[in-house]
């Protein structure tokens, strides 16, 4: 079974500083893998969806990058701000075929980000 | 264009209630789910439906039922609420299945 897991649980850093969040899944036959954001009490919004031929995708001061092999992710935040503060997630299908296609997404518990004024 | 809505944003039931809880979106996705988030245990799917009239299971399906008559309506079925299914619940959507997911801002249940 797919299991993904998220490194470091809580990260609070000052403002302006580069940070990477760190997300590793056991089987390296993904057919993509998304980063999300949560904000407390609210729904996840999608941030980044990388597929499995690609590197890296990039949003804004967001780069995510992907190696299927070793089986790791890393979403890299430029110049933090107090409102990159939320909860990222990352996630991986669930059910892989095949025949090739996949369904539903397995979800790491995420990592908490602080970041100070 | 309201995406993903969710009803209710909160809930109480008593053990042995049923209810169900909404999820439409206006985005004309094919692709919809519902998930559970619980501390400890982060995100797992419960049911997901690739188009009208296709439902499948998901991880943790027992307790939930689901069917999908139109494009835009994806609601779940809890039949006998057990105090395991205090949760928030997320209905998603997508235009594809492994296409970027769109999340409704959530239902917080509580079975007393």
């Known amino acids: 079974k797919q299991e993904v897991t998220q490194i470091p649980a809580a990260l609070s850093v000052p403002e302006g500083e580069n940070l990477v969040l760190n997300c590793s899944f056991t089987d390296s036959a993904i057919y993509n893998l998304q980063w999300f954001r949560q904000d407390p009490g609210k729904g996840l919004t999608s941030l980044l969806l990388i597929q499995s031929s690609q590197r890296e995708q990039t949003s804004g001061r967001l780069n995510a990058s992907l190696d299927k092999s070793s089986g790791r992710s890393t979403l890299y935040i430029a110049a933090s701000q107090p409102g990159d503060s939320a909860t990222y997630l990352c996630?991986?299908?669930?059910?892989?075929?095949?025949?090739?296609?996949?369904?539903?997404?397995?979800f790491g518990k995420g990592t908490h980000l602080i970041i100070q004024p | 264009n309201a995406g993903v809505t969710q009803t209710p944003k909160f809930q109480v039931l008593k053990t042995g209630q049923s209810m169900t809880l909404q999820c439409a979106q206006d985005?004309?996705?094919?692709?919809m789910s519902w998930y559970r988030q619980d501390p400890g245990m982060g995100l797992r799917l419960i049911h997901y439906?690739?188009?009208?009239?296709?439902?499948d299971q998901g991880e943790v399906p027992n307790g939930y039922n689901v069917s999908r008559s139109t494009t835009e309506d994806f609601p779940l079925r809890l039949l006998s609420a057990a105090p395991s299914q205090t949760s928030v619940y997320f209905c998603?959507?997508?235009?594809?299945?492994?296409?970027?997911?769109?999340f409704g801002s959530g239902t917080q249940l509580s079975v007393l």
């Open positions: 996630a991986v299908p669930l059910f892989m075929y095949s025949g090739g296609g996949a369904d539903g997404l397995t």
């Open positions: 998603a959507s997508s235009y594809g299945k492994n296409e970027k997911l769109f």
């Open positions: 439906s690739v188009g009208a009239g296709i439902t």
């Open positions: 985005m004309n996705h094919e692709y």
